[in-house]
């Protein structure tokens, strides 16, 4: 996971390699090279002296609720914005997936940027952004606002310092990605071009994750006949067979976690249960949740074909009916290249030696995680080169209590300039 001090120059001229692109391989230039440029330090300086604006329409942005579905005022929002840096060819489609380019001289390679719109938060949440001791608090501050900012500034202030790209940028402002990465998944198939490289910002700052994590996500329900309490001794009850399922789902064996994984992973979870009517009724219907994640696609197979044997034992021992509904879309890993092919390729190692040029990490280096479980997932299975990076710092995600470093994301944009700088070439 470590990668050698040269390997920076090393991974930016192997990118033309990659990408099979006609432009010289001897001296492409190096991440420190690159940082330096006048242009590039030019873009940082921008990001230094307008960061009260900055911070101002983080702030605006995090008060649009947005929740998944619900996007359409970030969705006018950003429309606007990417008009006013001057992107071309700004689109929405019927999702809601808003995206615009900076067209590039040529050469270079298609580099997506792709940051979400949606949070998890319903419409009526009250959301206020507090600041204390240089951190902001509200619901969606830093998943995933602060990094949909921090790429639309970082590609204005690229414009402004007359950084000129070799290849297009695509700023892709997603919907739906708190619900299976709908929007990306949207997007992505239904391009007829592939990207070349695609990156979701939507992670923590000195992050690159390079795996996806295989997610699947079931409402398990049991099914029975209804009945009054009195007539119910001796009967089939659905809560009864859920209830069995519940506890032996609980007892599974699981594979032990892969070593140096940062999450216990593979894991199966119960988030939800629920059912009947009446307290004084056999219910005719009880399900349970189940959530079920795992690094790669056959122990994530063997997971849920337990998960569901369990289920039909438990219905078949009941006398009741057992069927198992996928709440989320379900991504195909069959066209996913293999994991070390991942983290050896160009893209995950120039995001880990921009980082470590900038000195991102809270510990040591920049790190690789093989898990991820944003819209880089979808590059990812479709097999192309895709990477989760991050440009804040935050706790509490998916919380109510969601804080954000308002410092951090200062930094976190000059990555962003940085990185899309490296990846697209520059002239
Ligand atoms: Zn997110």
New binding site residues.
């Given amino acids: 996971m470590r990668i050698a001090p040269d390997f920076a120059a090393l991974a930016t001229s192997v990118l033309g390699l990659v990408l099979g692109l006609t432009t010289p391989l001897l001296g492409q230039p190096s991440v420190a090279a690159v940082a330096q440029r006048p242009d590039v330090q030019r873009a940082f300086a921008h990001v230094d002296t307008t960061r009260e604006a900055l911070w101002a329409e983080w702030i605006k942005v995090t008060e649009i609720s947005s929740p998944s579905r619900q996007e359409q005022a970030r969705i006018a929002y950003m429309k606007k914005a990417m008009a006013e840096i001057g992107l071309t060819g700004i689109e929405t489609d019927e999702m809601g997936n808003t995206w615009g380019t900076w067209k590039g001289s040529g050469g270079g390679p298609e580099v997506v940027f792709a940051a979400?719109m949606d949070t998890v938060f319903p419409m009526d949440t009250k959301i206020k952004v507090r600041e204390d001791n240089n951190t902001f608090y509200a619901p969606g501050i830093g998943?995933?606002t602060g990094?949909l900012i921090a790429t639309l500034r970082a590609i204005d202030a690229m414009k402004k310092s007359g950084i000129s790209p070799k290849g297009d940028i695509v700023f892709l402002a997603t919907v739906q990605?708190?619900v299976g990465l709908r929007g990306a998944n949207f997007w992505l198939n239904r391009r007829a071009r592939k990207p070349d490289l695609f990156l979701a910002v939507?992670?923590g700052l000195g992050q690159v994750a390079y795996g996806a994590l295989r997610i699947e996500q079931y409402r398990m329900i049991f099914e029975g006949a209804s009945m009054h309490t009195l007539a119910s001794r001796g009967k089939p009850n659905s809560a009864r067979a859920a209830a069995r399922a519940i506890v032996r789902i609980g007892e599974m064996k699981l594979p032990d976690p892969e070593p140096g994984t940062r999450n216990n992973l593979p894991v199966v979870n119960i988030g939800m249960m629920g059912g009947g009517t009446v307290v004084n009724a056999v219910p005719a219907s009880v399900f349970f949740t189940t959530d079920i994640r795992a690094l790669d696609t056959p122990t994530e197979t063997k997971l849920v074909a337990e998960v569901k044997a369990i289920a039909e034992q438990a219905a078949r021992e009941e006398g009741v009916q057992f069927k198992m509904e996928p709440m989320t879309e379900i991504i195909d890993y069959s066209q996913a290249k293999p994991k070390s092919e991942r983290l050896n390729h160009p893209l995950t190692q120039t995001a880990l030696a921009a980082a470590d040029h900038l000195k991102l990490a809270v510990v040591d280096r920049a790190q690789a995680m093989d898990s991820g479980a944003?819209d880089h997932n979808v590059g990812v299975a479709l097999g192309i080169p895709a990477i989760g990076i991050g440009a804040t710092r935050g706790r509490g995600?998916h919380s109510l209590e969601e804080s954000a470093d308002k410092m951090a994301i200062i930094p976190g944009t000059k990555y962003l300039i940085l990185l899309a700088s490296l990846l697209a070439g520059v002239n």
Avoid: T, Y
Wanted: aromatic share 0%; no cysteine.
């Fill in positions: 979400h998943d995933d990094n990605e708190e939507d992670g944003a995600g």
